[in-house]
C-alpha cells in the first residue's frame, strides 16, 4: 500500500485527529466554548472577579446576547441554505413600529405581537420570493428591501418615537422566571427547536445539503425553491420575535432601532462557525457567537475601556474566531 | 404572455412611482421657501422641532418648507450632498444644523456665497455666516441639571455620568457641564463617566453593566433623555429602587416618566420651541423685520413640580412669543 | 484590443443598467427643474466621484469572487491619517503618501489573509472593518480632526476647465482600471480567479501575487478617495465614511456584474454609480420627503436587478 494511501486510513494525529474524532461541527463549537472560557477567565481575573462572576452578571450577558441571537437565528438558516437577508435589521425596526403603534392604539399585547409576527413573516416571503420566483441574487434582493422596509419605518414613525407598553407585555424582556431572564428562556428554546430542526428533521438536512451544493441537492430531488421560501419566512419570522423582545426591554421603539443591530448579528453567525458558503454551521454556533459578542462588550464595559475601542476588539475576535477554524482544517481541503 | 409582459412593465412602472408620489410634498401658493435641515429622522427630538418649525410655518402664512434629514442618521456624506442641492434650489432661506460642527463648513460656506440667508440652530457649527444662532446653552443645562440632582440627593453619593457621542457639541458641553457641577460637591464621588450614543438600547446595556461593576449608584447623570429613559429601564429591571435618574431635553416620554416617578428631572432643551423660534426668526428676516444675531433659550430644569407647560400634545403646543425669547 | 494570450468573451447583452441610466436621466431633466443647471450636474459629478472611485477597485473584487467590506471604514481611517499628516504640517503630497500607504497596508492584509489563508472575503474584511474603524477612533479619541489648513480644500475646490477636479480623478481612476483590467495579464487572471481558481493554480500562474494585487489595488484607491473626503470636508472623521461600500457594492451589482463567475462589465459599474448619482440629486430637488426617498432607492435596486436577472434567463432559454 502506498504512502499516501496508508496516510488517508490511519486516523490522523494531533489537531486533525481530534477534529476527525470530534466531527467538524464538534471541533468547531468546543472552540468556540474555549474562547468563551478563556474570556470568562481573563475578565474574571482582571475585575478580581467580583463584578464579572456574580450571578447576575452572567445573566446580564445571557440576557444581552439573546437579542441578538434571536435575529440572527433565522439568518443562520438562511446563510445555511446559501443564501443571505441583509434586511433582517429593518425588518425588525418595521415590525417593531408597526407592533408600538398598534399596542398604543389598542392597548393589546396580543394584537401588537399579532402584527409585528404578521408583517415580519410576510417581509420575511417576500425576501424568499424575490430570490426563489424573481431569482434576484440574494445579496441585492435583500439589500433592496433593506432600503424598502427602512423607508416605510421612516414614513409611519414621522421622526417619533411610541414608548409605554403594557406591563404584561413588558414581562418577554424584563421578567425573570426562576431567576433567570425571559428572554434567555426563549434563547434556549430557539435554540432546541433550531437543532431539532437542523439536526433530527429531514427538511434540516436538506436546507444543509442545499447550501453545501444547490445542484446536486435539486437533482436528488430537493425541493430546493421550497426550502429556501421556508428559510427566508423563517427569518423574517425571527425577526419579528426578536423585535417583540426589543419593545418589551427597551419599552420603546423609533425608526432607528434595528440598524446597529445588523452587524453584531452577522458578527456572531460568523463568530459560531457557520460558513457564508452555505452548508456548514449551527444554531448553536450562533448561541456561542452571540455570547462571545456580549462576553466582550459586557468586558469592556466593566474593565471601563472606552467604547472607541470596542470595533477595533470586536474585529479582533472575528477575525480570532475564524483563524481558529483555519488553523484546524486540513491541508488537503484547498489548492494553492 | 404579451399581456403579462405588459403587467409586469406597469407594476414596475407603478413600484417606482408610487414612492415619488407618496412623498411629494403639496405645492403652496409661492410665498416664502423654507428648507429646514435636521440630523437624522429617528431622534424624537428633531420630531418636535419639525413641528415646531411647522406650526410657525402656516401660522405665519409662508410658503412652503421642504424637510431635510439623512437617510442613513447623522450620516455626514448625505447632509453635505443635501446642501449642494439645496444651493441649486435656492430657497428663501435654511435652516441649519449640522450633524457634523466642522464637516460642514466647507459647504456652509458655498451656501454663503451664493447670498442664500443661513440661520443655525439647535447646536452650533463651527463655521460659516449665519444670519442668527438659535439654540440653548447647553454647558448651562448641563451645570443647572447637575446641580438640581446632587442637591436632589443631599450633595453626597456616588455617581455615574452616561454621555451622548464623543465629538458632539451638545454631549461634551452638557458633560462639562455634569463635571463642573461635580466639582461643587465635594462629598459626591464619580464612578464612571461612559458614552451612551444618544441611543436607548446602548445606554440600557452600559447601564447594565455599570450596576455589575458598581453596587450603589446614588444618581445617573444622563446627557440626553433617550438615554436616561434607558438608564431607568435598566435600574427597574434589576430592581435598584434607591438610584435617581436625571436626563436632559424634555420628550413627551420623560415628562410621562417624571409624572409617574420614574425619572427624577429634565433639563429643558425644548426641540419644539427651537424649532418656533427658528423659523419665526427666519421668516422675520426675510420680511425685513428685526432679529437679534443670537437667542440662546433659557432652560429650565423640569421635574414633577413645573412640568404642565410640557405635558402637553404637539398638535396642542404653543410657541413661545417673539418679544420674550428676542431679548 | 485583446492581450496577447487573452480569454476570449463571448459578445454579452448590454447590462439593463444602461438603458435605465438613459431613462432616469431624460426623466430628471425633463421633469426635475434645475437638474440641467451647471453648478447641479457640478453638484451630482461631485458626489458621485467618491463613489465611482471606490467601485472601480470594488469591480474587481466582486469579479474575483469577492467583497470588500472595510473599504468605508478604511476610507475614514485614511482620511484621518491625511489630516493628521496636515496637522502636524507636512505639505499635501506627503499627507496623500501616507494614507495612500496606509490604505496599501490594509489592502495587503485582507489580500493575504483572502488569498494565502484562504479565509472568505466577507469575513475578513468584516474584520479589517472593525480594525480600520477602531484605529480611526482610537488615533482620534472619537473626534474629529480639524485645522488642518486650506491646502486640502483649495484642491477640492480646483476646477480646471469648469470639471470638478474630483470627477476628473475619478475618471482617471476609470481609465486607470480599465486598462489593468483589460491589458495586462493581472486583469486576465482577475477574471479567471472568479470561478477558475484552481485552474489557474494548476496552470502554474502565479495567482497569490494577482489575487493579493486586487484587494491591494482597492486600498490604494482608498487612499487616493480619502483625499477627496477630507477635501469635501475640510476635517478628518473617524466614522464618516461607514456604509459607503454599501453603495459601491450595490454600484457594481447594478451594473451588471455578478457575485459569482467572474462577469464584469466595467462600464457597467460607471452606469452603476451615475444612476445612484441621478436618483438621489433628483429626488432632493423635487423636495421627497427623505423616508420615501430611502424606499425609492430600494425599489430601483430591486427593478434593476430583476429586469437583469430575467434577461439573462431569456438568453439562456434562448
Known amino acids: 500500500m502506498?504512502?499516501?494511501?496508508?496516510?488517508?486510513?490511519?486516523?490522523?494525529?494531533?489537531?486533525?485527529?481530534?477534529?476527525?474524532?470530534?466531527?467538524?461541527?464538534?471541533?468547531?463549537?468546543?472552540?468556540?466554548?474555549?474562547?468563551?472560557?478563556?474570556?470568562?477567565?481573563?475578565?474574571?481575573?482582571?475585575?478580581?472577579?467580583?463584578?464579572?462572576?456574580?450571578?447576575?452578571?452572567?445573566?446580564?450577558?445571557?440576557?444581552?446576547?439573546?437579542?441578538?441571537?434571536?435575529?440572527?437565528s433565522g439568518l443562520t438558516l438562511v446563510i445555511l441554505a446559501g443564501g443571505f437577508d441583509l434586511s433582517v435589521a429593518s425588518n425588525l425596526t418595521?415590525?417593531?413600529?408597526?407592533?408600538?403603534?398598534?399596542?398604543?392604539?389598542?392597548?393589546?399585547?396580543?394584537?401588537?405581537?399579532?402584527?409585528?409576527?404578521?408583517?415580519?413573516?410576510?417581509?420575511?416571503?417576500?425576501?424568499?420570493?424575490?430570490?426563489?420566483?424573481?431569482?434576484?441574487?440574494?445579496?441585492?434582493?435583500?439589500?433592496?428591501?433593506?432600503?424598502?422596509?427602512?423607508?416605510?419605518?421612516?414614513?409611519?414613525m414621522g421622526g417619533n418615537e411610541i414608548f409605554g407598553f403594557p406591563p404584561a407585555f413588558r414581562l418577554l424582556g424584563t421578567g425573570f422566571v426562576l431567576g433567570i431572564p425571559v428572554p434567555?428562556?426563549?434563547?434556549?428554546?430557539?435554540?432546541?427547536?433550531?437543532?431539532?430542526?437542523?439536526?433530527?428533521?429531514n427538511i434540516g438536512q436538506e436546507i444543509y445539503a442545499i447550501g453545501a451544493n444547490p445542484v446536486a441537492a435539486r437533482l436528488s430531488g430537493i425541493p430546493v425553491r421550497r426550502r429556501q421560501l421556508a428559510v427566508y419566512t423563517a427569518s423574517g419570522l425571527m425577526a419579528g420575535v426578536a423585535a417583540l423582545v426589543y419593545l418589551a426591554r427597551v419599552n420603546s421603539a423609533d425608526s432607528g432601532i434595528g440598524e446597529p443591530l445588523l452587524l453584531p448579528a452577522i458578527a456572531a453567525i460568523l463568530i459560531g462557525g457557520t460558513s457564508l458558503f452555505g452548508g456548514v454551521g449551527s444554531v448553536l454556533g450562533t448561541v456561542a457567537g452571540s455570547v462571545i459578542l456580549a462576553l466582550v462588550i459586557n468586558g469592556m464595559n466593566l474593565l471601563n475601556v472606552k467604547s472607541t475601542w470596542q470595533p477595533l476588539v470586536v474585529g479582533v475576535v472575528l477575525l480570532v474566531a475564524v483563524l481558529a477554524d483555519l488553523l484546524s482544517r486540513g491541508r488537503r481541503e484547498r489548492i494553492g | 404572455m404579451r399581456t403579462w409582459n405588459t403587467l409586469r412593465l406597469a407594476g414596475i412602472v407603478a413600484a417606482v412611482v408610487a414612492p415619488v408620489l407618496i412623498g411629494a410634498q403639496p405645492a403652496h401658493a409661492a410665498n416664502e421657501r423654507l428648507a429646514a435641515f435636521y440630523k437624522n429622522q429617528v431622534d424624537p427630538h428633531f420630531g418636535l422641532v419639525r413641528g415646531g418649525v411647522e406650526a410657525v410655518v402656516k401660522?405665519?402664512?409662508?410658503?412652503?418648507?421642504?424637510?431635510?434629514?439623512?437617510?442613513?442618521?447623522?450620516?455626514?456624506?448625505?447632509?453635505?450632498?443635501?446642501?449642494?442641492?439645496?444651493?441649486?434650489?435656492?430657497?428663501?432661506?435654511?435652516?441649519?444644523?449640522?450633524?457634523?460642527?466642522?464637516?460642514?463648513?466647507?459647504?456652509?460656506?458655498?451656501?454663503?456665497?451664493?447670498?442664500?440667508?443661513?440661520?443655525?440652530y439647535n447646536d452650533r457649527v463651527a463655521g460659516g455666516k449665519y444670519t442668527t444662532y438659535v439654540g440653548a446653552d447647553d454647558f448651562k443645562l448641563g451645570l443647572d441639571t447637575g446641580r438640581y440632582a446632587l442637591r436632589a440627593i443631599g450633595g453626597e453619593g456616588l455617581v455615574v455620568i452616561i454621555e451622548g457621542v464623543k465629538g458632539s457639541t451638545t454631549s461634551d458641553q452638557r458633560v462639562a457641564g455634569f463635571n463642573k457641577a461635580i466639582e461643587e460637591f465635594p462629598k459626591i464621588k464619580l464612578l464612571a463617566s461612559q458614552p451612551g450614543n444618544f441611543q436607548r438600547l446602548p445606554a440600557l446595556q452600559v447601564m447594565e453593566n455599570l450596576m455589575q461593576a458598581h453596587p450603589r449608584i446614588d444618581m445617573v447623570l444622563a446627557a440626553a433623555d433617550a438615554m436616561a429613559l434607558g438608564a431607568v429601564e435598566a435600574l427597574e429591571a434589576a430592581g435598584r429602587?434607591?438610584?435617581?435618574?436625571?436626563?436632559?431635553?424634555?420628550?413627551?416620554?420623560?415628562?410621562?416618566?417624571?409624572?409617574?416617578?420614574?425619572?427624577?428631572?429634565?433639563?429643558?432643551?425644548?426641540?419644539?420651541?427651537?424649532?418656533?423660534?427658528?423659523?419665526?426668526?427666519?421668516?422675520?428676516?426675510?420680511?425685513?423685520?428685526?432679529?437679534?444675531?443670537?437667542?440662546?433659550?433659557?432652560?429650565?430644569?423640569?421635574?414633577?413640580?413645573?412640568?404642565?407647560?410640557?405635558?402637553?400634545?404637539?398638535?396642542?403646543?404653543?410657541?413661545?412669543?417673539?418679544?420674550?425669547?428676542?431679548? | 484590443m485583446n492581450a496577447p494570450g487573452a480569454v476570449t468573451r463571448r459578445p454579452r447583452l448590454l447590462p439593463s443598467i444602461v438603458p435605465i441610466t438613459a431613462v432616469l436621466a431624460i426623466a430628471a431633466a425633463l421633469a426635475v427643474p434645475g437638474f440641467t443647471s451647471g453648478p447641479n450636474l457640478s453638484n451630482v459629478g461631485q458626489q458621485a466621484a467618491m463613489l465611482l472611485m471606490l467601485s472601480m477597485p470594488m469591480t474587481l473584487v466582486i469579479m474575483s469572487e469577492g467583497l470588500d467590506l472595510s473599504a468605508g471604514a478604511l476610507l475614514s481611517l485614511c482620511g484621518v491619517v491625511l489630516a493628521?499628516?496636515?496637522?502636524?504640517?507636512?505639505?499635501?503630497?506627503?499627507?496623500?503618501?501616507?494614507?495612500?500607504?496606509?490604505g496599501l497596508v490594509l489592502g495587503l492584509l485582507n489580500g493575504v489573509l483572502v488569498s494565502v489563508l484562504t479565509l472568505p472575503p466577507f469575513v475578513v474584511t468584516l474584520g479589517t472593518l472593525g480594525i480600520a474603524q477602531g484605529a480611526a477612533l482610537v488615533v482620534t479619541d472619537g473626534n474629529a480632526v480639524t485645522g488642518i489648513g486650506p491646502q486640502a480644500a483649495s484642491f477640492y475646490a480646483l476646477a480646471p476647465l469648469g470639471v470638478p477636479v474630483s470627477l476628473l480623478i475619478?475618471?482617471?481612476?476609470?481609465?486607470?482600471?480599465?486598462?489593468?483590467?483589460?491589458?495586462?495579464?493581472?486583469?486576465?487572471?482577475?477574471?479567471?480567479?472568479?470561478?477558475?481558481?484552481?485552474?489557474?493554480?494548476?496552470?502554474?500562474?502565479?495567482?497569490?501575487?494577482?489575487?493579493?494585487?486586487?484587494?491591494?489595488?482597492?486600498?490604494?484607491?482608498?487612499?487616493?478617495?480619502?483625499?477627496?473626503?477630507?477635501?469635501r470636508m475640510n476635517s478628518g472623521h473617524p466614522t464618516v465614511a461607514i456604509g459607503m461600500e454599501f453603495d459601491a457594492i450595490a454600484a457594481v451589482v447594478l451594473g451588471g456584474t455578478a457575485f459569482e463567475r467572474g462577469d464584469g462589465r466595467l462600464y457597467g459599474t460607471v452606469f452603476g454609480v451615475a444612476t445612484i448619482g441621478i436618483v438621489r440629486n433628483a429626488l432632493n430637488l423635487m423636495g421627497i420627503e427623505s423616508s420615501m426617498q430611502v424606499v425609492s432607492i430600494g425599489v430601483l435596486v430591486i427593478v434593476v436587478i430583476f429586469l437583469d436577472s430575467s434577461r439573462k434567463q431569456k438568453g439562456r432559454a434562448a
Not at chain 1, 115 to 131: D, E
Not at chain 1, 184 to 201: D, P
Not at chain 2, 279 to 304: C, M
Open chain 3, 84 to 102: 493628521k499628516v496636515l496637522v502636524a504640517g507636512a505639505g499635501l503630497p506627503l499627507a496623500l503618501l501616507a494614507s495612500m500607504g496606509i
Open chain 1, 184 to 201: 434567555v428562556y426563549l434563547m434556549a428554546l430557539v435554540l432546541a427547536l433550531g437543532t431539532v430542526v437542523t439536526r433530527h428533521l
Open chain 2, 241 to 327: 429602587k434607591t438610584a435617581k435618574v436625571v436626563g436632559i431635553n424634555g420628550v413627551p416620554e420623560a415628562i410621562a416618566a417624571i409624572k409617574a416617578g420614574r425619572l427624577l428631572a429634565t433639563g429643558e432643551f425644548d426641540g419644539y420651541k427651537i424649532g418656533c423660534v427658528a423659523a419665526t426668526a427666519a421668516l422675520r428676516g426675510l420680511r425685513g423685520q428685526p432679529v437679534p444675531a443670537t437667542i440662546i433659550l433659557q432652560g429650565t430644569v423640569i421635574d414633577r413640580s413645573n412640568l404642565g407647560p410640557w405635558d402637553v400634545p404637539m398638535d396642542k403646543r404653543v410657541c413661545p412669543k417673539w418679544e420674550e425669547v428676542a431679548r
Open chain 2, 59 to 120: 401660522q405665519m402664512g409662508a410658503g412652503a418648507v421642504t424637510h431635510y434629514a439623512p437617510t442613513r442618521p447623522n450620516n455626514l456624506a448625505e447632509q453635505l450632498s443635501q446642501i449642494e442641492d439645496v444651493s441649486v434650489k435656492r430657497p428663501d432661506a435654511i435652516l441649519f444644523m449640522a450633524v457634523d460642527p466642522r464637516g460642514v463648513v466647507p459647504a456652509i460656506e458655498k451656501v454663503n456665497a451664493a447670498g442664500i440667508p443661513v440661520l443655525n
Open chain 3, 170 to 231: 475619478a475618471l482617471a481612476t476609470w481609465g486607470l482600471t480599465h486598462v489593468l483590467l483589460y491589458h495586462t495579464r493581472f486583469g486576465n487572471s482577475v477574471f479567471a480567479i472568479g470561478g477558475h481558481r484552481d485552474a489557474l493554480v494548476l496552470a502554474g500562474v502565479r495567482v497569490h501575487l494577482y489575487h493579493i494585487a486586487i484587494y491591494a489595488l482597492m486600498g490604494l484607491v482608498v487612499g487616493v478617495t480619502a483625499l477627496l473626503l477630507t477635501g
Open chain 1, 2 to 72: 502506498s504512502r499516501a494511501a496508508q496516510r488517508d486510513i490511519q486516523p490522523r494525529s494531533g489537531l486533525a485527529g481530534l477534529r476527525e474524532r470530534l466531527g467538524d461541527e464538534g471541533f468547531a463549537f468546543g472552540l468556540r466554548i474555549i474562547l468563551i472560557l478563556g474570556i470568562g477567565v481573563f475578565l474574571s481575573a482582571s475585575t478580581q472577579g467580583q463584578s464579572f462572576l456574580s450571578t447576575a452578571n452572567i445573566l446580564n450577558v445571557l440576557r444581552q446576547a439573546s437579542l441578538i441571537f434571536l435575529l440572527a
Open chain 1, 94 to 156: 418595521l415590525s417593531a413600529c408597526l407592533a408600538a403603534g398598534v399596542m398604543k392604539a389598542t392597548g393589546s399585547p396580543l394584537l401588537g405581537a399579532a402584527v409585528a409576527l404578521g408583517c415580519s413573516t410576510f417581509a420575511g416571503l417576500c425576501n424568499g420570493m424575490a430570490v426563489t420566483l424573481l431569482r434576484l441574487p440574494p445579496f441585492l434582493a435583500t439589500y433592496g428591501t433593506l432600503w424598502i422596509l427602512q423607508g416605510l419605518a421612516f414614513h409611519y
